[in-house]
Structures are given as structure tokens and as C-alpha cells.
């Protein structure tokens, strides 16, 4: 439940946009330090993930960082270790970068705890969803109540998040790296 905490959170801010060359340099820094943040995410994967929880998986990938950092602000750290199986849409940290300034840090907030919860929340689809269980056009309601649209056309999508990787599996679900933090409808 801890991880898919964390990878809620990630997802959350991912949608909100890429980090500007503002915050990274230059864009040539920005596009370095996403392929770094990728390769650290497969080494984790590639290792042993199919043996941690999501949040464990979260917690041991740097990319992910802000996530973890939001699950644990929203209070999902235990749910994310349970027993699952769940399917993350986890945005990484440029994702949370990306959003608008000063966005994050009031989401965590504990004032704010609620809209927190909702953003992970809409990131996480109970079941172990695999990438080759996608069809374009395939709507699936998150743990939030509110449906994501998957789209395959161009590489996969959910909703207008890029899936940077697919089907990092856990003991207790899959994950899934997205490159934008996604809002549930009600927080658009």
C-alpha cells in the first residue's frame, strides 16, 4: 500500500507537465537528467522488484522521490504495502517538477491531505493491469472513482501522461512510470 502511495504521487505531479528549461538549464540538461532518472528506474527493476511491495519499489527508485514523499504526506504508505494486487501510475519526480509553482508543496500540506489523497488516488487502478492487458481507447476507474483513458496510438497514454516505462512488477501489483502527474476530473 506504501508504494502505491508513492507512485500515486509521483503520477500526481507528473501530469501537471515536464520540468521548463528553467528548473533544469537548459532542455539538452532536462532531456540528461530524465534518461538518468529512467536507467536508475530499470536497474531497480531490473533487479529485484517482483520481491518488494510498491512502495518498497518506490522508496529504492530515485526517480520516484516526490511520490514516495507524497504518500507518505497523504497517509497511503500502508495501504500501498498491502496485500493488492495494484496497478501505479507513477510520476516521476520531473513530472512533479512540472507542475505549477508552489502546487506540491501545498498539496502537502496537511491541510490539504484530501486533494492529496484524491490526486494518488486517481493514479492507482485496483487489479494487476500489465501493459499487454491494454487496448487503445480502454477507460478503468482508479481507486479514486474516476476513470483514466488509455490510449495506444504513438505510445502508450494514460489520459495525456506518456508511459515512460511499463510492467515494473511487484509482490503486490505492477507499476507503471508516466511522465506527468494526472488529475482526476474534478481537480482539472
Known amino acids: ?57 518506490a522508496m529504492d527508485t530515485e526517480s520516484l522521490s516526490t511520490l514516495v514523499a507524497a504518500v507518505k504526506a497523504g497517509g497511503l504508505v500502508e495501504t500501498l504495502q498491502g496485500e493488492g494486487p495494484f496497478t501505479v501510475f507513477a510520476p516521476t519526480n ?24 484524491s490526486i494518488l488516488t486517481y493514479h492507482v487502478v485496483p487489479g494487476k493491469v500489465m501493459s499487454s492487458d491494454l ?7 482508479t481507486v ?4 483514466i483513458t488509455v490510449s495506444l496510438n504513438g505510445g502508450a497514454m494514460i489520459n495525456d501522461a506518456k508511459v515512460a516505462m511499463a510492467d515494473v512488477e511487484a509482490s503486490n501489483g505492477v507499476v507503471h512510470v508516466i511522465n506527468k502527474v494526472i488529475l482526476p476530473p474534478s481537480e482539472n
Open 135 to 141: 487496448s487503445d481507447g480502454q477507460k478503468a476507474t
Open 144 to 147: 479514486n472513482g474516476a476513470d
Open 1 to 57: 500500500m506504501k508504494y502505491l502511495t508513492i507512485f500515486m504521487m509521483a503520477l500526481f505531479f507528473m501530469a501537471c507537465g515536464p520540468a521548463t528549461t528553467e528548473e533544469s538549464g537548459n532542455e539538452e540538461d532536462a532531456m540528461e537528467e530524465s534518461s538518468d532518472d529512467m536507467a536508475s528506474a530499470q536497474e531497480t527493476a531490473a533487479s529485484d522488484e517482483a520481491g518488494k511491495d510498491i512502495v518498497a519499489l
Open 94 to 117: 520531473e513530472a512533479f517538477a512540472a507542475l505549477p509553482e508552489g502546487t506540491l508543496e501545498s498539496l502537502l500540506k496537511p491541510e490539504n491531505k484530501d486533494q492529496l489523497v
